[in-house]
């Protein structure tokens, strides 16, 4: 059967399911409106508030240059308003309820700035890593901000549980820092490049802005993504977010690194490049110089606006596949060098053979099924889209295997465009759930062959023993990337099941 015959029968297998789920009032059918029958009578016209001059503007509400302290003014010259409680908001929002009913008129003024429905709750969490405390109630510290979670709020979660693409919105995006994030002015930030080159160089932000630019998608995953030492990542209660808390993905605008080098003139023999920040903790870190010439962004913007600051504003170093802490927020010096002498932290693995890898930065594949997932509920019986996300630093998911059966069997699932190279790749999976008590996972292979291992396999190449019930052998292996499983039970509760597959 050819490729096309597949999906078409896929298709119409999927469209049989939907309307019998809508048959049985799975599906809501819109209804009418009567309230529209008892609107209140339109206002005066002499009440409506389109335009306001100048001086009836309470200057309270005229936003002021962050730089200057003036009053901001659009292009034609004219006051740049939040109206949000203003008389003129006042009378508007009576306005827009007498024509269009009591659900309109709203408390703030969104224009300038669009915000989310009150509806949709997704946030960010705390947890227990970032270099504050390590594991639950111990460490090097305790968290510097208040906190109602039950893990230390030095780092916050990105709730990739709850993300529907492969973007995450720049809002949720997980956040690791070690101090306060700091408010830089991008007139004064620069960026300087020198060491082992022909023409040292210092780059103003306007000066990055006006050079040739790229926009990609590409992931960013801290180290410990799905370590086994988080505390909360062993529990059976943990979400998707909290199993895999510190990666999420975004778009990726600025100037290629090689770009900036070219300009600058690279000397022979030259092998590493630091990297450096302009904050109070000063990390830097020893970056190989193929990574420099290959695809690494000096990064400004990202999802479309500029880079957030608690994200690395004015601008930050993207090395796509690369380990997150490598990628230096608030970027301000670029030194190239043939010496290997400087590293924030040191990820080496030590393997049976007493063989240690010092060097190994891109992380491998790795897969995690969103839709149904820890904390969810299942429906008993009918039909269930299985949905989840895969990335690899080894390059594009190319092929994504669901199981539904605890691992005892492997299909295919569909790859949904657009695939991205280092980014996160959404996939499909359609299934029909029993009601018996199952296992589903997935596993994802890259472009390059690589696929995600199972516990046992890892355990083997660490020659370790793996406790299943607590994961004891395995509680402190970083790049940790066996199937995450989640068990699902007789009353279609989800839940954690990590070493199970």
């Known amino acids: 059967m050819n490729t096309k015959e597949r999906e078409r ?6 469209g049989a399911a939907l309307a019998g789920l809508a048959a049985v009032g799975g599906i809501g059918v819109a209804r009418g409106q009567e309230w529209r029958s008892k609107l209140p009578p339109l206002p005066d016209p002499k009440e409506r508030t389109e335009f306001v001059p100048e001086d009836k503007i309470p200057l309270d509400h005229v936003l002021r240059d962050p730089w200057t302290g003036e009053p901001m003014r659009d292009e034609a010259g004219d006051l740049v308003v939040d109206w949000t409680g203003t008389p003129q908001w006042e009378a508007y929002q009576k306005n827009i309820r007498a024509m269009a009913g009591p659900r309109y008129g709203r408390v703030k003024d969104t224009r300038l700035y669009g915000e989310r429905s009150r509806f949709d709750t997704t946030h960010r969490r705390g947890h227990d890593g970032a270099g504050f405390s390590w594991g639950r109630g111990g460490g090097s510290g305790r968290a510097i901000m208040p906190t109602s979670t039950k893990d230390e709020f030095a780092s916050l979660e990105g709730p990739l549980d709850a993300q529907l693409g492969i973007i995450t919105p720049s809002g949720l995006h997980f956040v690791d820092e070690h101090g306060e994030v700091p408010e830089i002015d991008p007139r004064q930030h620069r960026l300087t490049i020198h060491g082992m080159v022909d023409r040292p160089m210092t780059y103003t932000m306007e000066d990055l802005i006006r050079l040739p630019s790229v926009s990609r998608v590409h992931f960013i995953d801290c180290n410990s993504n799905n370590t086994t030492s988080h505390w909360t990542r062993l529990q059976p209660w943990a979400t998707a977010g909290q199993c895999f808390s510190e990666g999420s ?9 090689s770009t900036l080098l070219e300009a600058t003139g690279v000397k022979r023999g030259a092998k590493w490049f630091y990297a450096a920040g302009a904050d109070a903790y000063n990390q830097a870190w020893a970056i190989p110089m193929w990574k420099a010439l290959d695809d690494a962004i000096v990064a400004y913007g990202q999802n479309g606006e500029w880079v957030r600051p608690e994200n690395g504003f004015p601008v930050r ?10 990628m230096i927020k608030r970027l301000r010096s670029i030194k190239v060098t043939d010496e290997l002498a400087q590293f924030h932290r040191e990820y080496r693995e030590i393997f049976p053979d007493n063989k240690i890898t010092w060097f190994r930065f891109e992380h491998p594949p790795k897969s995690c099924i969103l839709r149904p997932s820890g904390g969810m509920q299942v429906p008993k019986g009918g039909y269930y889209e299985i949905r989840g996300v895969a990335w690899s630093g080894g390059g594009k998911i190319t092929k994504v295997e669901v199981t539904v059966d605890g691992g005892k069997t492997w299909k295919e699932a569909q790859i949904q465009q657009p695939v991205f190279s280092k980014a996160h790749t959404r996939f499909v999976f359609p299934w029909s759930w029993n009601g018996e ?4 996972a997935a596993r994802c292979t890259d472009e390059r062959g690589a696929t995600q291992p199972t516990t046992a396999q890892l355990a083997k190449v660490k020659d370790r023993d793996i406790d299943i019930a607590t994961g004891k052998g395995l509680n402190t292996f970083n ?6 499983p989640w068990k699902i039970d007789r009353q279609g509760k989800v839940t954690n099941a990590i070493f199970t597959i």
């Open 9 to 14: 029968r896929r298709f119409l297998k999927q």
């Open 479 to 484: 790049r940790f990337n066996a199937p995450q």
């Open 317 to 326: 170093l993207v090395l796509p596949g690369f380990q997150g802490t490598m």
């Open 249 to 257: 993905c975004s778009e990726w605008t600025g100037v290629l690194l």
């Open 437 to 440: 008590e199952t296992i589903v």
